[in-house]
Nanobody, 114 residues
Framework: QVQLVESGGGSVQPGGSLRLSCTAS????????MDWYRQAPGKQRELVAG???????NYADSVKGRFTISRDNAKRTVYLQMNNLKPEDTAVYYC????????WGQGTQVTVSS
């Protein structure tokens, strides 16, 4: 059974940092691309960053230069290092496989506020 478990969220002040983790099961992790998404209150879920099986990355313009996606295939985990956080980064963050989505996990809440 495919399962995605996100963790690492929290409340930080603007300019702070957080590192999110997502552990995936149910598929051969190492051959799958993975994405991080976020959903702010009242807004649609949006793609934040992605990483291919080979390690190539891509980012939304809004987070480029501040967020870094990485993966550890041995741990079946994808990470999102978030630096210089802004209030507009406040959202629930989710991970998922690409291109074939699995059932969404519970997400992890990130709140950026002074």
């Amino acid at each position: 059974q495919v399962q995605l478990v996100e963790s690492g969220g929290g409340s930080v002040q603007p300019g702070g940092s957080l590192r999110l983790s997502c552990t995936a099961s149910g598929r051969i992790f190492s051959i799958n691309a993975m994405d991080w998404y976020r959903q702010a209150p009242g807004k649609q879920r949006e793609l934040v960053a992605g990483i291919t099986a080979g390690g190539s990355t891509n980012y939304a313009d809004s987070v480029k230069g501040r967020f870094t996606i990485s993966r550890d295939n041995a741990k079946r985990t994808v990470y999102l290092q978030m630096n210089n956080l802004k209030p507009e980064d406040t959202a629930v963050y989710y991970c998922n496989y690409y291109p074939t989505l699995a059932s969404w996990g519970q997400g992890t809440q990130v709140t950026v506020s002074s």
